[in-house]
């Protein structure tokens, strides 16, 4: 039995094995895989290769696993913290509209052609003086994977149907995201101050798809609403607080930040700019921070309404700017405490990534030069 961590180059498969580097190179060659000294091999390929001379392979942890390996919370660490709630539905059926009244903001009207083609993160303060963090997720059925990961993030989803409409395809999408994280789901049948709306037709369309709200004699929570007018708002917000409360949502605010990038960018004045969904512990202005493949130290953050703040807890969205370069939406956030940790850690996700992207490239070229011959 030989014992590794993945991702070790094929140069140091060899030495474990204690054979020359030259013969794992050429039995890979003849497996049909092509490997470089240096280049860092991947479970299967591990597994593979080691059979080859006749080795078992039980995998340890690498470094970065043993870094990212989260100390357990205590109970008497664990505060109470902030619904981190989604808003989805179909194309125009009114989620930026119910968060701009829920905020008394006016995102909509800013909107290029009145479509949402991002997630926005914002956090409010209920008229009861309860926080909830939301997420506005855009309804065009070219976003299935921004509304998958709102929905992995998110602790309750909010599902806006049209009642002058129907249950439309991103209507199903969205519930189907809400089901498949296990997000418990709460209705907002919208637009019910319009002459033409149906509410009671959209929970016969629920009950026909098996989801039966809680006026059907169901479980689900549901509520009329209008954007529009506010009407069933506060009411909506209330079955939003009760649900989250079922759930005892906690976190330990005490530790170093671990969280969720939602979004990011490069702005030409700023630098990257990188909103992050703080999920647990607390981030704060000089932390080291690991985002993908990025690292830096946070040089500044800011809430939604563009105000500075020097730290960001549990349930907290934030654009932070400092990072390195852009992470990918949905990336992990950890906050180390060296840059040095970081650095590493961001270094090998960045030549694990290269090769493996090389790799794939080399495999098409031969495809296709056999597809010549
Ligand atoms: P995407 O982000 O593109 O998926 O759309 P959305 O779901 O965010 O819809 P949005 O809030 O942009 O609203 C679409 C249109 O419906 C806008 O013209 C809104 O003014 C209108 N609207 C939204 N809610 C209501 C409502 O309760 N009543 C009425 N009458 N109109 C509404
Ligand atoms: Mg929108």
Redesign the pocket.
């Known amino acids: 039995v030989l014992k590794v961590t993945e991702f070790i180059s094929a140069n140091d498969l060899a030495a474990l094995m204690d054979v020359s580097v030259n013969q794992v190179i050429s039995t890979c060659m003849s497996l049909g895989m092509f490997v470089s000294i240096n280049q860092r091999l991947d479970a299967e390929a591990i597994t593979i290769i080691a059979d080859e001379f006749g080795y078992d392979v039980e995998f340890t942890k690498s470094i970065e696993d043993e870094m990212v390996e989260e100390a357990e919370d205590t109970e008497e660490e664990l505060e109470e913290r902030a619904p981190i709630v989604t ?1 989805m ?12 009244y829920i905020r008394m903001s006016k995102v ?1 009207a800013a ?1 290029a ?5 991002h997630i926005g993160a914002y956090d409010v303060m209920t008229k009861t003086g309860h926080k909830i963090a939301f997420l ?5 059925e070219a976003f299935t994977a921004m509304r998958a990961r709102g929905a992995k993030i998110t602790d309750v989803a909010i599902i ?1 149907i ?1 009642a ?1 409409d129907s249950i439309m395809p ?1 209507t199903k999408e969205a519930i189907n995201h809400a089901q498949v994280a296990g997000v418990p789901m709460i209705f907002a049948i ?5 002459p033409n709306a149906r509410p009671e037709k959209i929970k016969e369309e629920l009950a026909n798809m098996n989801l039966l709200v809680e006026d059907w004699g169901g479980k689900y929570q549901s509520q009329e ?5 506010g ?1 069933g708002v506060d009411e909506l917000l209330e079955k939003v607080l009760l649900e989250s409360e079922i759930l005892e949502l906690k976190a330990n605010p005490d530790k170093n930040a671990v969280g969720t990038v939602i979004e990011a960018s490069l702005d030409k004045g700023r630098g990257y700019v990188a909103t992050i969904m703080v999920q647990a512990g607390t981030l704060k202005i000089g932390d080291i921070m690991l985002a993908g493949q990025h690292y830096g130290r946070v040089k500044a953050m800011f809430d939604h309404k563009g105000k500075k703040l020097k730290e960001a807890g549990p349930s907290t969205p934030v654009q932070v700017l400092g990072l390195s370069g852009a992470p990918q939406a949905g990336d992990t956030i950890k906050v180390y405490d060296t840059e040095r940790e970081a650095r590493e850690i961001a270094n090998s996700r960045e030549q694990i990534q290269r090769e493996q992207s090389l790799r794939t490239k080399k495999h098409i070229t031969l495809d296709e030069i056999g597809r010549r011959l």
């Not at 539905?89 to 701009?100: P, Y």
Request: a negative charge.
């Open positions: 808003i539905g179909h194309v125009d059926h009114g989620k930026t509209s119910l968060l701009d909509t909107e052609g009145g479509i949402t083609q506005d997720t855009p309804g065009h806006v049209a002058d991103q919208n637009k019910v101050d319009k609403i209008s954007a529009k007018t009407q």
